[in-house]
């Protein structure tokens, strides 16, 4: 998916979010909103929101000297959903279709995502997403890939969230081997390894890395992980940063989110803060 | 009040936001927003916010062609609050305190702004605005100001608004003379002349102009106004924007807003989203 020009006032945003994160020196804040102005002037919004994502926290982590300025934010929002987990494990157990709710749950935990400009409430989001329809609802060809699937790629979005991505993991463990994906280095608040352990996804899948970017840009993956994603009989991917990057690319993939940004809502064609499990089939 | 960081990358957003209105070439909302990154860029944040949305704006208008980018939408506002007037005098018809629920729907009222990034949803803001506290309330001082002046200066923000302001000045006219100002020429969403008459004001208060910015920056007022300014006995202050421009200024000013803003909402120490009525004299 292409950049539109909302992406600009709202990368730039972020990057001072970012800054804040890491000091209150209003000198600082003030480098890096203008160092990411300047790049930004002259960007190709041909490129993904990602790409650029990348180029914009490259600028904040080189002016703050900190290469992982949500770092206290994942640690807790990985204990707020590890204190949440046997509640979300009590929904599932209680509902009519375990399956459908456990994917309602991956779906909610796409809230805590703080590249996103949004107030972060996951106990109402939990609420809403078990309560209201998907704008996009493809869970009957969900359930029938996961019946004729033996390999699953599953790209995780946030830290924190990967407790949600676990609940839904041990409901579809059964159907077919499974690889996790998570960042290579920090990146935001999105999931890297030290993440995926501490909410026990390595008793439950393969861990893999992605690379140093928001979202899943392939040509910034390794071979041997671009060979999984060719190679893998359906692809889960959470989120807006991975609906970004592989939107366009070929494969039997599963887009679960929450449209948080209006950029990928009206690309969807769904209403900000609406639920979507979308496939999207490309041939290869 | 002096602009933040922050400020940055709203104002950007708040150009692409009117070119949009003007226009669907995206050429021009490129230029657009490229001319306002680079205004930004040096722009110093000893100026307040009101004072870099002029050039913001400006820029806008001159790339656009179009000095009046709200125009439909303000006709639009006029016309739903207008309709809705007859409900809002019942609201205060049925209320026990007349007055204090006048002032609460004047407040409410603000939400129509199209300045502020914000969804505008009337019927919600009105009734959250009258079933909750204020976050600041001087309403008994403002009572007690009400009774002891001749002679009150009324600064007017949105188009539509003006409707609900009409139904505080129907309940305050009987105190003193009232001076209502508009602006001088269209900016955003702000209520100009011809706004105020077609809401019925011109029978209630004499109706004069400011500026052709946001808020009220008086360098920018001619000097019948800035006497108007200084010579009244009470200003009411509608607005986030006349609270940049005049926070600072002498008077005994109340302001009627909702906080809608993150800079302005940490101003007042209050949280986004709520409603104050606060009174800032300062000596002359």
Not at 26 to 55: C, F, N, W, Y
Not at 119 to 136: C, G, H, M, P, Y
Not at 223 to 228: A, I, K
Not at 233 to 250: A, L, R, W
């Amino acid at each position: 998916m292409k950049s539109k020009l909302e992406c600009i006032p709202c990368l730039l945003k972020q990057s001072l979010n970012a800054a804040e994160m890491v000091t209150d020196d209003q000198v600082v804040h003030e480098k890096v909103l203008k160092l990411v102005m300047k790049e930004l002037l002259d960007v190709p919004l041909g490129r993904s929101p990602p790409t650029i994502a990348h180029t914009v926290y490259s600028i904040v982590h080189d002016v703050t000297g900190c290469d992982d300025p949500y770092k206290d934010l994942k640690v807790k929002y990985n204990g707020i959903a590890m204190g949440m987990y046997p509640c979300l494990k009590g929904i599932v157990d209680d509902s009519e279709d375990r399956l459908f709710t456990a994917v309602k749950l991956a779906i909610a935990g796409n809230i805590i995502d703080f590249g996103a400009n949004i107030q972060v409430n996951i106990k109402k989001t939990i609420k809403d997403t078990l309560s209201r329809d998907f704008a996009i609802n493809d869970y009957p060809s969900f359930v029938k890939s996961l019946e004729e699937s033996e390999s699953i790629l599953y790209l995780a979005d946030n830290a924190g969230e990967v407790v949600f991505d676990r609940v839904l993991l041990e409901e579809i463990q059964e159907y077919a081997d499974i690889v996790y994906a998570v960042k290579k280095e920090p990146i935001i608040n999105d999931a890297t390894m030290e993440d995926a352990i501490f909410c026990g996804i390595d008793s439950l899948a393969e861990i893999v890395t992605t690379a140093d970017t928001p979202g899943t840009i392939l040509e910034r993956c390794d071979q041997e992980f671009v060979d999984t994603f060719r190679s893998s009989d359906m692809i889960i991917s959470k989120g807006q940063g991975n609906y970004e990057s592989i939107s366009e690319e070929p494969g039997n993939i599963f887009f679960m989110l929450l449209a948080k940004c209006p950029v990928i809502a009206a690309d969807l064609g769904v209403e900000i803060g609406c639920a979507v499990l979308k496939r999207a089939v490309q041939v290869r």
